[in-house]
């Protein structure tokens, strides 16, 4: 498996054999939503410039389960160029599943752990920020699974400050599984470690 994050994108793309997938996360579609349109150009971009086989949504594709026309015209449009799965998140319902594997990779949301046998993890959930910027999380957790957490696809959609940690959503920080996490900004510089400091409730 190689895994690459998109420069400028706030996706990444993974070629696990002879398949290249796209991972986007936290679009969190609903009627306030402004910039749809270009959430699906830019999404269209990504799969055709990498000529990806499948776009994978890990989660909250709707916002606290509205949104439903633009999520219709989100899945509509992509799948007209790729083959797209959604999978669920805290905002979505239940019609999505929560989990999906490719080998020993696992795509999920982030807010359980669902693939405790897994290798590697993608997921969202997090919205992580770090001065005032979108930023990807990767790392290692203390049971040696490895670990990429996606910064949230919509531009629109806010999130706490990595150097908050008491604000951080997800599995990982709320039971303290991590044993190094590497930053990493929009164009997949790495830029910092996030040390925790203590168990995050």
Do not use: W
Not at 39 to 63: E, P, Q
Not at 83 to 112: Q, S, T, W
Not at 166 to 179: A, T
């Amino acid at each position: 498996m190689n895994e690459e994050i998109i420069k400028n994108a706030g996706a990444v793309l993974l070629k696990i054999r002879s398949k290249k997938i796209i991972v986007i996360s936290d679009l969190h579609l609903s009627d306030e939503t402004t910039n749809i349109n270009s959430l699906i150009s830019s999404a269209k971009k990504i799969v055709k410039n990498a000529k990806a086989d499948l776009l994978i949504v890990a989660g909250d594709l709707f916002n606290f389960g509205m949104g439903g026309e633009k999520v219709d015209n989100f899945e509509k449009e992509l799948s007209k160029v790729v083959k797209i799965v959604v999978l669920r998140g805290n905002h979505d319902h239940e019609m999505f599943p929560p989990l999906m594997k490719i080998n020993d990779c696992a795509f999920m949301h982030g807010d359980y752990d669902y693939a405790p046998d897994a290798k590697h993890l993608i997921m969202g959930h997090t919205h992580p920020y770090l001065k005032g910027k979108r930023v990807f999380l990767k790392g290692v957790l203390k049971d040696n699974r490895t670990f990429t957490i996606l910064p949230p696809f919509n531009p629109e959609e806010k999130g706490p400050e990595i150097t908050s940690q008491e604000y951080l959503l997800g599995f990982i920080f709320r039971k303290n599984l991590i044993k190094k996490c590497n930053i990493h900004n929009l164009e997949g510089k790495l830029i910092g470690e996030l040390v925790t400091k203590k168990k995050l409730n």
